[in-house]
Structure formats: structure tokens, C-alpha cells
């Protein structure tokens, strides 16, 4: 069934519940709680299973909301609505503070991380005597619209409601925008997202604030709904238990978020009444419950339910506005103009050699291919190169800028693109949102502006770049396919579609042709010559000698790290030295 088909009839029933005579209060009250929940779920969507950034701290942000605007409504005596933004700053800026520290952790020990300052959270607020300790803070003022204070679970409900409905709306702006685009990159690779110039750092920070702004949201409307806090609401139970609700509904889609919230938080409240009596005594039996629920659903339905229900497909960001104006080219350099010029590269890893004093050069309107046997460190050399490792000694010049020792990001930025020997693509998202990411430096548009939907006119120019190189490379068919379903040959055309999108003057391509057919190879070369012509500097890593053979100006041969030898192809090719390291002596 259709998302907004289905968000449509859940928006009919919620209005329609007020008509409905006998219902009884406790159900919106319930309802009431299911989008608090649905709110914090939300963040967690774009933190957790977009991002990849798994926190068991969200209920620590619910409490900084719900303090912040307990303290300003009965100590400051400011009313809900104008306490409102300073909650959301104080989450804001608690959640840059404990991201800047705890996103340079990785594998377990980042939600080790969220764990622990959820923890230490929630004691400081039981032991602070300004802070009411276990016992809280009460007399909050409920909130007022239009005069009339909103006492009632029967009127509260439609504005959390409504609020649950914003964030849907900001979110899926957001997700769709370049910084959107930057946040879902992470999947497919830190590294992958840093050669073509996105600040992997800057993309968790932004992730792990809004998701801590809206759990800071849903903190601010539980505060003057239940007109009294104590810490226990925001406890690491309730962090896990809203990283529950996100895997149950599925933790990769905004609509999954919303139904696992509401599913979790009525299937908690029968539960109570029910186990009880099955057990005949009293006791948190829903906890079992949870558990092997949460069991049987990592082994049968790992994305979570909602992808069941709706058997939705990736979604190709809306065209925005009128036809776009086309991205500004980057200059092109004269033919003939050194654009890379590596000396002496030398890598080691402990005592190992990987690579040993390479040296070599690439200019404007030359292909230049990098050959030698499997294991001779020509993916290495790659890697220091675009900044991905780092050099042990040497220099590396782009358009005479030393750049040794700078990021992957920052060498993008001066006009390097490159794709990688393993596919990097984001399996979930289309194939042009995949280029477009490639785009990324040439457009400015912030999360602000994304989430506010204001950078239409910059998202059309950047599509319409994206489709112009998906075009170029004959993939502009595939357009709104999911990249992970595409053969292992298209995936490697469009990494460099992606690349071409970045408005290169140097084109570094690991082993393009590797998993392409006779047809499909031969087009590569066609726009290879074409890219030359056109004034790319391009460096090649391939395996293919009959491709390379046709295709290159000049070739570095590698061997054991070292450089074998350097020339035109037919001398390189009847060198007894580059026949014995590829052949063996015997032959």
C-alpha cells in the first residue's frame, strides 16, 4: 500500500476520533504518548538508520527539553511557547558538545558512548537538589493556543499530532536535500563520502543535533502535558526502548518510525493489563516480550515492518520549480598542463614496504595508466594521492599546490575526482541521488535551508547535472533504480558518473573495466578518448592490457612497490622486465 495512502487514512481516523461517541479518554491520552514517542523516533530514522550512528541516548535530549522548559516556565516565569526555542537550543548545543566527542568513537564503542552519557545524565538530575532530584519538578503551566489552555488528552493530542506531522515534513525535506544526501553517503562509506568532498565529521554532528532537537521537542510538549517531571521518563529504559520502536517499525524510513512508535506503545499498554494475568502476579513481563520480539525480527524482517506494508522502492527526490539553471563549469586547463605531479610516494606499514619511491606525472589531455601485478601497491598509490592514506614520505603537487597531508575532501575540492577499486555506492538510494552526491562541492545550500525546503533552484541545478553525466556514461535509463540493484559493470559506470559530476580536471579510475562486457568496454574507451579530448588528465589502474593497451598515452609499470619502468605502450610492452614480472622468468 502507498505511504501516503496510508498516512492519509491514519490522518482521517485521528480527526474522526473526536466524533466517534464512547471512546474513552484514556485512548487519547495513549494516542497522546504514541506521538511523543513518534517524535523522537523520527530523529532516530535520520540518526540511526540513515546515518548509521547508533545512539542509546536519545532520552537524555528528552529530559535536556523537558528540564530546560520546566526551569523558564515556573523559575523564570516565561510561558511554554517562549521557553520553546531555548529548549531546543540547550538540546542543540548539548548535542554538538557530547557529538564532538563521542562521533570520533567507532564500532561498539560509539553507542558504548551514548550509554554511558545517558547514563551519567540521568543520576545528575536524581542528585541535584535545583533540579527537584528523584522526586523532579511540578507546577508546570500547560500550553495555550489561541487562549484556551489545552488540559484535556482529547485536545493535546492534535497538537503533538501536529507536531509529529511537522517533523515528517522537515525531515523528509531534509532527507532529500544535499545535506540530506551527505547524511545517507555515510553508508556507503567514510571513505567514499570524503573523496568526493563531503565532511563526514560535519554530516554526523548535523545528523546527531537534529535528531537531539527533536527528541528536545517531544521533551517540551511531555513537560506541560504531564504538568510535572522526574528523571525517571528519561532513563537509558526509555532510550532503549525508543530504539525499539525504530527497528520494529523500521529504523530506514520516516513512515516506519511513526508506526513502530505507535505500535510499540499500545502493544506495551495491553501487554500490562494482559501478562499480569496470564502470570498471575505482577511484573514488567512485557520486557520479554519486547525481547524475543525484537529477536524475531532482526532473523525475519531485519528493515523493520513498515517496508512490508508498503513495499516502497527509493524514492526520486521531487523535481523542484522550473527547468534549472546549469551548474557554472570549472575551468578547463590547456592541454598540456601538469595537473599531478607525484615524487618519491613511499608508504610503509610497520616494516613493510608498500610503496617505494614512486614518482610519475599526469597532464591536462593525457591518459596515463598505472599497471603491474596484483598486489604491486597501484591502489595504494591511489590512496596517497587523494589524500585517502598517508604518505609516509614523498610530495604530491595538484596544479602545483602541494597537497600531501591534506584530507580526501579538501583534494576533491581542487578538482580531483576519483572511483575506487570496490564499488562505493549507497546501496539505498537511486542512481542519480548516488551522482548527485558527486555534485556535493558545487552547491551551498545548509541543513536550514534543505529542511526548510529553500534551495530548490540549487537541488534542480544539481540533478540536472547528475542526469547530464548519467547521460554522458549511457546510464540515463537507470535513473531511478536502487544503485544496489544494478549489475557489478553499471555500478562501476556510475561511480564514475558520480565522479564526472564533480567538474574534474584530474580523473583517477580504479580498475573501470573490471566486470564489464566486450560492448560495455569498448563505450568506456569511446568516453575515455572523449574526457581526453575534452582536456581530463586521467590516471588509470586496470588489468585489462588490451584496454590499457589502446587506450593509454603512457604507462607506469609497479612491481613490489617499486617502479619498474615508465613509456609509451609498445616499449613498455616488449620490456623483458615487465614481461618477467607479469609472466615469471620461465616464460
Known amino acids: 500500500m502507498p505511504t501516503r495512502l496510508l498516512a492519509a487514512l491514519a490522518g482521517a481516523c485521528l480527526l474522526a476520533a473526536p466524533l466517534v461517541p464512547g471512546i474513552p479518554p484514556f485512548w487519547f491520552t495513549l494516542l497522546a ?90 543520576y545528575v538530575l536524581g542528585n541535584t537538589d535545583w533540579l527537584g532530584r528523584y522526586d523532579g519538578l511540578a507546577g508546570l503551566p500547560p500550553i495555550t493556543l489561541l487562549g484556551v489552555p489545552l488540559l ?169 520549480g522550473p527547468a534549472p539553471r546549469p551548474l557554472p563549469p570549472r575551468p578547463a586547463a590547456a592541454p598540456g598542463t601538469l595537473l599531478l605531479e607525484a615524487t618519491a610516494l613511499r608508504k610503509t606499514f610497520g616494516g613493510l614496504v608498500a610503496v617505494n619511491d614512486i614518482g610519475f606525472s599526469v597532464r591536462a589531455g593525457e591518459v596515463v595508466a598505472l599497471i603491474g601485478p596484483n598486489g604491486a601497491g597501484k591502489s595504494t598509490t591511489f590512496n596517497l594521492v587523494t589524500g585517502v592514506a598517508r604518505l609516509t614520505a614523498g610530495g604530491v603537487r595538484l596544479s602545483g599546490r602541494e597537497v600531501a597531508g591534506l584530507p580526501a575532501r579538501a583534494i576533491a575540492r581542487l578538482g580531483c575526482a576519483r572511483t575506487f577499486q570496490h564499488v562505493k555506492l549507497v546501496a539505498g538510494m537511486s542512481v542519480l541521488e548516488n551522482v548527485a552526491l558527486g555534485a556535493h562541492l558545487r552547491g551551498s545550500a545548509g541543513p536550514v535551508r534543505g529542511a526548510l525546503g529553500l534551495d530548490g533552484p540549487e537541488e534542480a541545478a544539481l540533478f540536472a547535472a547528475a542526469q547530464a553525466a548519467l547521460d554522458r556514461v549511457g546510464l540515463g535509463s537507470a535513473r531511478d533504480l536502487p544503485a544496489g540493484s544494478l549489475a557489478l559493470g553499471q555500478q562501476r559506470i556510475v561511480e564514475i558518473a558520480r565522479a564526472l559530476c564533480l567538474g574534474p580536471s584530474l580523473l583517477l579510475l580504479d580498475e573501470p573495466a573490471a566486470g564489464l562486457r566486450h560492448r560495455e568496454k569498448q563505450a568506456l574507451g569511446d568516453l575515455l578518448r572523449r574526457l581526453r579530448q575534452e582536456g581530463l588528465g586521467i590516471l588509470l589502474v586496470e588489468h585489462d592490457m588490451d584496454f590499457v593497451m589502446a587506450l593509454a598515452d603512457r604507462l607506469v609499470v609497479m612491481n613490489f612497490g617499486a617502479k619498474l619502468c615508465e613509456g609509451a605502450p609498445a616499449s613498455v610492452r616488449s620490456n623483458p622486465a615487465v614481461v618477467e614480472a607479469y609472466l615469471g622468468s620461465a616464460a
Not at 537524555?60 to 537550543?89: D, E, I, K, N, Q
Request: net charge positive.
Open 152 to 320: 484535556e488528552s482529547s485536545r493535546v493530542v492534535y497538537l503533538i499530532w501536529a507536531c509529529v506531522g511537522l517533523c515528517v515534513w522537515l525531515t523528509q525535506r531534509l532527507l532529500r536535500s544535499r545535506t540530506g544526501r551527505a547524511i545517507r553517503a555515510l553508508k556507503g562509506g567514510v571513505v567514499a563520502a570524503e573523496s568526493f568532498g563531503i565532511d563526514t565529521a560535519r554530516a554526523k554532528i548535523v545528523a546527531f543535533v537534529y535528531a537531539a532537537v527533536l527528541a528536545a521537542l517531544s521533551g517540551w510538549l511531555y513537560a506541560h502535558v504531564q504538568r510535572a517531571i522526574n528523571p525517571t521518563p528519561f532513563s537509558l529504559n526509555a532510550s532503549i526502548e525508543y530504539l525499539l520502536m525504530a527497528v520494529i517499525g523500521g529504523a530506514g524510513s520516516i513512515g516506519g518510525g511513526v508506526f513502530g512508535a505507535v505500535l510499540v506503545t499500545v502493544l506495551k499498554d495491553q501487554l500490562q493489563n494482559v501478562l499480569p494475568l496470564v502470570f498471575g502476579t505482577q511484573g514488567n513481563f512485557e520486557a520479554i516480550v519486547f525481547g524475543v520480539l525484537l529477536v524475531l525480527m532482526l532473523q525475519r524482517a531485519p528493515d523493520g515492518l513498515w517496508p512490508l506494508l508498503t513495499r516502497r522502492s527509493v524514492a526520486l527526490p521531487p523535481d523542484r
Open 33 to 122: 504518548y504514541a506521538g511523543l514517542s513518534a517524535i523522537v523516533v523520527i530523529g532516530l530514522v535520520v540518526l540511526t538508520g540513515v546515518a548509521g550512528i547508533t545512539s542509546f541516548g536519545q532520552a537524555m535530549f528528552v529530559g535536556v527539553g523537558a528540564y530546560a522548559t520546566a526551569l523558564l516556565t515556573t523559575r523564570a516565569g516565561l510561558s511554554p511557547w517562549l521557553s520553546l526555542p531555548a529548549a531546543l537550543a540547550a538540546a542543540a548545543a548539548a548535542a554538538w558538545i557530547i557529538g564532538a566527542v563521542t562521533l570520533r568513537l567507532s564500532g561498539h564503542y560509539l553507542p558504548l558512548g551514548t550509554i554511558a552519557w545517558n547514563i551519567s545524565f540521568f
